[in-house]
Structures are given as structure tokens and as C-alpha cells.
């Protein structure tokens, strides 16, 4: 007897760019054809110099700026966490602002304390609704921004060097987050880095040089990348 196995479907990208170009002037590309694949369920860094256009990159997979020309596929909802979270966070208490970010969403008072109670737990700040913002560290900042975004149901994250501003102890805990909420709820992070270190927890990595992709694969692949 044969056994006939099915070819397992293949699972689209969370995340795919075709030949993005932009620029903001006609002379001067800051992305030139960029080419990417961001596998479902996986935490990738964005790796590459001052200027080499990452945080344009972000913008354009988050919809806030348009590509000059290119295909952009993005699974949604997306949510994304900045460098500094006084930018990101509105409203006066942990609870407000993470029910803020539900606005539009068609759900009645219950509903929407059940997902930010949810969406703290996940993060592990269950029980500080009533927080004011003001008298959280950095690191919690960030973890209220990232909750906001498990909250609206995020398949996508991007987080543009979110521990840029934290110190040590807060940027590994931050990452640990995150890389459970891929590993325990399968959601699709990209995060932006300077901090070669960050790599170990990553499942892949993508290197911008100039605006071009001149690396995506294995994070120990990237890294000769880095200091050619
Ligand atoms: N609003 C803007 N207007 C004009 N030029 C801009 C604007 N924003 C960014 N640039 C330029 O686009 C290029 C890419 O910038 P971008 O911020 O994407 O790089 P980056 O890789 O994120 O840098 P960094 O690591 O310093 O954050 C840079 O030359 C920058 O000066």
C-alpha cells in the first residue's frame, strides 16, 4: 500500500513587500526596490545604519506613508509601539488609554473591560487600570502600548526601537514579551534594533543598507552583514 501525503498548505506571509520604492524627492530613493518576507508567527529585527531607512520602511508597512511604487501586503489589524512612548500613550490611566485604542470598534462597556483586563494580563500588568500613565517607568510605557495593540486583536507588530529609551534590565524583559506573545499567540513582530544582542531572540533578520535589502535570513547570517 502507497501513502498518497497531502502537501501541506502554505501558510502566506504576514508580511510582503515586491519592489517598494520611495522617496522624498524624485532624485533621491531612501527605499530602492526593497523585496521582503515576513513569515506568520515569527519576531524578525530590522537591522542596519542611521539613515538606512528603516523607520521609512515601518511607516509604509503601517500605512502612514504611501510607496512611490511597489506592492505592500500587511496582515491586519496591525498595531505599532514607537521609541518613546509619551508620543503613543494619550489618556491619563493604564486603562483609559488602552480603551481608547478600541474606539471604533462596536462594543459595549463589558466587552471592552474584558479586553483591557485581558490585554494587561498579557503583558503582565494585570490590576493597574487606574494607574496614572505618568507614574509608570518606561518599560511599563511600552508594555501599555503594546497591550492597546493586543487589545484590538493585533496580527502584526511593529515596533520601531522600542528599547531605545529603556535601561538593560527593562529592554531584555521587553523583549521577552514580546517574543511570547509570537510564541503564545502567534502574532507577527517586526522589531527595529541597533542592539546586536537583541538578535539571539529573534527568528530571522533583515539588513537595509541605503534603502536597499542587502540581507534577510538566519539572524547569525546577518550579523558579518552588519560590519562589512
Ligand atoms: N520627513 C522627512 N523628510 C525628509 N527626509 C526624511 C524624512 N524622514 C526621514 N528622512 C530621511 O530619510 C532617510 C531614511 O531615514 P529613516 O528615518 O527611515 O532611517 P533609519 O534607518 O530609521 O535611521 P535611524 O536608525 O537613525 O532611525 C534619511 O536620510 C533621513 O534623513
Known sequence: MSIVQKPMAAIPPAIHLKEVSFGWSPEVLVLDQVSLE????????????????KSTLVRILGGLLPPQSGEVYVEQPLGFVFQNPDHQLVMPSVGAD???????????????????SAALQAVNLQGLERRPIYALSGGQKQRVAIAGAIARHCRVLLLDEPTALLDPDSQRELLGYVRQLVDTQGMTALWVTHRLDEL?????????????????????DMIPLLHA
Open 38 to 53: 515576513i513569515p506568520r508567527g515569527q519576531l524578525w529585527m530590522l537591522l542596519g545604519r542611521n539613515g538606512s531607512g
Open 98 to 116: 488602552i480603551a481608547f485604542s478600541l474606539n471604533g470598534e462596536a462594543l459595549n462597556y463589558w466587552q471592552v473591560r474584558e479586553r483591557v
Open 200 to 220: 539571539a531572540q529573534a527568528d530571522g533578520a533583515i539588513v537595509l543598507d541605503r534603502g536597499k535589502v542587502i540581507g534577510q535570513g538566519a539572524p547569525t
